[in-house]
T-cell receptor, first 115, second 113 residues
């Protein structure tokens, strides 16, 4: 099954600093990759997705991610962190067609933004 | 504009009791999913459905049953709850197209004592 690994369960940045959340995937076929955000006591909300149209994907709230096949990576970045970015972030990949195209999620990275 | 609605949002059960979580979506989506979220584990797929009347097992199906009698509803049942099933449960749905994203409900927090 296709899977993702998120490096770092907790990341802390200062307000205004660069946000970098790491995700590496394992897939035998070209993957479809997603980043979701979860605010406290809420469901998951899509930030962006990669479906092979373009390697640099722009999402909501100023986030973007670059698909790098040579590195099997799909890292999430934002140039300048805001306090409101504090949340849990999940990278995900489509399992496969025989799992109803469900998403296989990484374990998540908790982003803390300090003043 | 409800999207995906889960009921109940909170529930406390005693070991051995049964209950059903209801998921309803108003987006006419073909695919529906049940996940559980536990600290440090991410989200794990319990069961899924690719259409009305069909269900299939996911990664962690033991102790759960599901039904999809109507396209808009996906029920998750616990026949005999165990403390290991204490978790936050999320329902999600998506269109048939394989690059489509999942739309999530707000979750149902279940505690089994």
């Amino acid at each position: 099954a296709q899977s993702v690994t998120q490096l770092g369960s907790h990341v802390s940045v200062s307000e205004g600093a660069l946000v970098l959340l790491r995700c590496n995937y394992s897939s035998s076929v070209p993957p479809y990759l997603f980043w979701y955000v979860q605010y406290p006591n809420q469901g998951l909300q899509l930030l962006l997705k990669y479906t092979s149209a373009a390697t640099l994907v722009k999402g909501i709230n100023g986030f973007e991610a670059e698909f790098k096949k040579s590195e099997t990576s799909f890292h999430l970045t934002k140039p300048s962190a805001h306090m409101s970015d504090a949340a849990e972030y999940f990278c995900a990949v489509t399992y496969s067609s025989n799992s109803g195209y469900a998403l296989n999620f990484g374990k998540g990275t908790s982003l803390l933004v300090t003043p | 504009n409800a999207g995906v609605t889960q009921t109940p949002k909170f529930r406390v059960l005693k070991t051995g009791q049964s209950m059903t979580l209801l998921c309803a979506q108003d987006m006419n989506h073909e695919y529906m999913y049940w996940y559980r979220q536990d600290p440090g584990m991410g989200l794990r797929l319990i069961h899924y459905s690719v259409g009305e009347g069909t269900t299939a097992k996911g990664e962690v199906p033991d102790g759960y049953n599901v039904s999809r009698l109507k396209k808009q509803n996906f029920l998750l049942g616990l026949e005999s709850a165990a403390p290991s099933q204490t978790s936050v449960y999320f329902c999600a749905s998506r269109i048939w197209e394989n690059t489509g994203e999942l739309f999530f409900g707000e979750g149902s927090r279940l505690t089994v004592l």
